[in-house]
């Protein structure tokens, strides 16, 4: 059956270090990968877009990597900051006009 | 990107009763997605809204239960029907981007008592 697991339920890291958040998913064929954070109460909201024909992505401090042979995502937050902290989420789109499905999410804690 | 309103932002509703969430979108849109997402947990597809035909439910979610409604290009209802306490939760509208991904209502939280 077709599944998307994200690594680490929680992931708490000290402020400035680089944070890694992984997306793994079977039996998936996507034409893209993206990434959304979640704060509590709120609507998720889109941070980047991979597609399959790409390696790698970057905006800002963000940086996210697509292998469709390891079927694997990371997302990279460099220079991590306390307001950093929320639930990040993998999702995946088959196609251009499909829906998309969702990863189970990180929660990132990043301390001062 | 597209903006999305939607209301309530949260209700109380007697169990069997039903609840019609309504997602405006400032802009035509291809496409709108209804999700559910449980307390601490991600979000779970509900269907995809159609304009002008029957919306397309994933599996788990009939139509009976969660009937939608698209009549235009920016307009979309869900509506939970003869509710139960097992669907309280949030329930997100979503609607397609290109390049600036997908956006998303900030929700209705609901509770059923």
């Known amino acids: 059956s077709q599944k998307i697991e994200q690594n680490s339920e929680a992931l708490n890291i000290q402020e400035g270090k680089t944070a890694t958040l992984t997306c793994n998913y079977t039996?998936?064929?996507?034409?893209?990968l993206q990434w959304y954070r979640q704060d509590p109460g709120r609507g998720p909201v889109f941070l980047l877009l991979?597609?399959?024909?790409?390696k790698e992505k970057r905006k800002e401090r963000l940086k996210v990597t697509f292998d469709t042979t390891l079927k694997q995502s990371l997302f990279h937050i460099t220079a991590s900051q306390p307001a950093d902290s929320a639930t990040y989420l993998c999702a995946l789109a088959e196609s251009s006009a499909s829906k998309i499905i969702f990863g189970s999410g990180t929660r990132l804690s990043i301390r001062p | 990107s597209a903006v999305i309103s939607q209301k309530p932002s949260r209700d109380i509703c007697q169990r069997g009763t039903s609840l019609t969430i309504q997602c405006q979108v400032d802009?035509?849109?291809?496409?709108m997605f209804w999700y559910r997402q449980q307390p601490g947990q991600s979000l779970t597809l509900i269907a995809t809204?159609?304009?002008?035909?029957?919306?397309?439910?994933e599996s788990g979610f009939v139509i009976d239960k969660f009937p939608i409604s698209r009549p235009n290009l920016t307009f979309s209802t869900l509506t939970v029907s003869n509710m139960s306490p097992e669907d309280s939760s949030i329930y997100l509208c979503?609607?397609?981007?290109?390049?600036?991904?997908?956006?998303f209502g900030s929700g209705t939280r609901l509770t059923v008592v």
């Open positions: 809204a159609n304009q002008g035909s029957e919306a397309t439910y």
């Open positions: 802009s035509q849109v291809t496409m």
């Open positions: 991979i597609r399959e024909n790409e």
């Open positions: 039996n998936y064929s996507p034409a893209y």
């Open positions: 979503s609607a397609t981007g290109t390049e600036y991904g997908y956006t």
